[in-house]
């Protein structure tokens, strides 16, 4: 079975860039989140869709920082513009009722 | 608020040296206490979860516990390859059905 797809796997982009992250959950998962993970705050979560609709965005750090999922097999996490303080590994998760959470590879982001 | 709070922040044991792992957390109704296991560069792979107290569970040289408070991953006799960080995570009333609360984790290290 595919885990959690995520891409790119690196980016170094320059600050005020926009940035795109991409998730493919495995299939059949109904739940998709969005972790972020740094030395100082560890993994952070950002947000939650469920069947395909954002249920908990609270941990979204501000405007800069947008999500979609316009299917059940496809969600990307956008930045812009992007900031040095966003560097950081950004992790897909995905889950099927509320069960074990099963984690991609992460994005490992630098902004410079 | 749901917190959890892992010791020691690092760990080094000689190959063979069993010792424990803590996770102390404080939740609205626990619906279930996550280890995950995380290497350099990598996503967090998932080990075990516990559903209430008393409860065990094994996998190979690990075994995780779990207590109203606190949950602790035994590792007996370990070897070099059982050196990752660990991650202890929670699942409460209060964040929502799928919320994970990770804690800070404990960085292992397994010497020859």
Known sequence: DAGVIQSPRHEVTEMGQEVTLRCKPISGHNSLFWYRQTMMRGLELLIYFNNNVPIDDSGMPEDRFSAKMPNASFSTLKIQPSEPRDSAVYFCASTRGGNTIYFGEGSWLTVV | ?112
Do not use: M
């Open chain 2, 1 to 112: 608020e749901d917190q959890v709070t892992q010791s020691p922040e690092a760990l080094r044991l000689q190959e063979g040296e069993s010792s424990s792992l803590n996770c102390s957390y404080t939740v609205s109704g626990l619906r279930g206490l996550f280890w995950y296991r995380q290497d350099p560069g990598k996503g967090p792979e998932f080990l075990f979860t516990l559903y209430s107290a008393g409860e065990e569970k094994e996998k190979e040289r690990l075994k995780a516990t779990l207590t109203k408070k606190e949950s602790f991953l035994h590792i007996t006799a370990p070897k070099p390859e059982d050196s990752a960080t660990y991650l202890c995570a929670v699942q409460g009333e209060s964040g929502g059905y799928n919320k994970l609360i990770f804690g800070a984790g404990t960085r292992l290290a397994v010497h020859p």
